[in-house]
């Protein structure tokens, strides 16, 4: 089994400072100081980077725990045979850069949406992998997540085969199979932790299981461009959390609009990001969902349904009963825009476990938008209750 070597970290830190202003497609400009970002000491935001931990890898000290919250209901069984199935198909060499010690904690939290010539992910690229190994790896993602999920996973990695095809600004280096990677973190077991990671450019997938308890958080989705054709087909992959994140914005009264408004500053990308991992999170702001009307909260629960639904059903279904519970102790707030085409139009739902925030930042293949979204559970990242 793989071990994550400290000179591995040590070389994500250098190539991430060597490359913070300057990154295949997701790149940075320059932004106002007052930005919420240069506020908190990210780095300034632009097409596809910015904001807080934008494109960073997780570079400092982890101290994961197994506390995780879950209410349960999580497939383990199947995941496992799952999981197992694709280690059988690897060699010993192969199977080496794809399974780690379950306490490889750096490793563990390193993710971005950098394309991985820039943050370097762990694991194995599929590309090293041949067919049939790609399609065990494909069937143990769809044992975890929901249909839909697994269908939006393929559609962000067509978006980057259509980058691939648009060209320029680095962006011919893209691709669904050059760009992603996977690993495993200990052994695949009914009754003990075990990770699977999943992502590259705009994907990261951490999926940690402990008996029935499940975390499928930290969860990053993106997509660039925001809709493209493939084989005749019109290909939205974030369509679902646009239409959800936006309508729910639309969708309530103007006062409660005004309300929602975040007065702290204007942001250029996620504010808890890739490498955000200290488990502290702003101070909440926005309109208190209590306030709102039935219809209203019924905007924000499906809004909601939209991150975790990309989970298996079962354990969907039980985390949504948390969620809703909280449901009055949530909030929801927008910064500098709110329309769903309007660049740097910033929503977040922010409750006492979920956080989720949706950001519509500049392109630079295409002379559109593109998005970027996090979804993160304040009490059960990495099935952890200590992110760091």
Known sequence: MRKYLAVASGALLSTTLAVAGCSSNDTTTSSPATSASAQQGGRP???????????????????????????????????????????????????????YDFTENKA???????????????????????????????????????????????????????????????????????????AVYGTPSATSPFMIQFGGHH???????????????????????????????????????????????????AAHKTAAKITSGTFDDLVMGPGKDTGVYPASEGVAVSELSADEKKLVTTAIQTYVGDLADAAAAKLMAKYTAELDQTRIGWSNNSGPTDENSYVRIDGPSVWIEFINTRSQSTPNIHFHSVYRDKTNDYGSTKPS
Do not use: C, H
């Not at 890898?57 to 999580?74: E, H, I, M, R």
């Not at 041949?130 to 249909?147: F, N, P, R, W, Y």
């Open 45 to 99: 935001g632009g097409p596809g980077g910015g904001g807080p931990g934008g494109g960073m890898g997780q570079v400092t000290a982890v101290n994961l725990n197994t506390n995780g919250v879950s209410p349960g209901g999580a497939n383990t069984a199947a995941v496992v045979a799952a999981t197992n199935a694709f280690l059988a198909t690897l060699d010993a060499t192969t199977k080496d850069k794809v399974q």
């Open 108 to 182: 563990r939290q390193t993710w971005s949406n950098f394309p991985t010539t820039t943050v370097p992910r762990e694991g194995i690229v599929m590309s090293a992998l041949t067919a049939g190994q790609q399609k065990a790896a494909d069937a143990m993602l769809a044992a975890a997540l929901s249909t839909t999920g697994a269908q939006q996973d393929s559609n962000i990695r067509a978006s980057d085969d259509e980058l691939n095809r648009l060209g320029g600004q680095g962006a011919d280096g893209f691709g669904s199979l050059t760009d992603y990677y996977v």
């Open 203 to 253: 994907l990261a997938r951490n999926l940690t299981y402990n008996g029935d308890k499940v975390s499928q958080t930290p969860q990053f989705v993106g997509t660039e461009p925001t809709s493209f054709t493939a084989g005749g087909t019109t290909v939205e992959p974030l369509k679902a959390e646009s239409t959800a994140m936006f309508g729910m914005l639309s969708g309530i009264t």
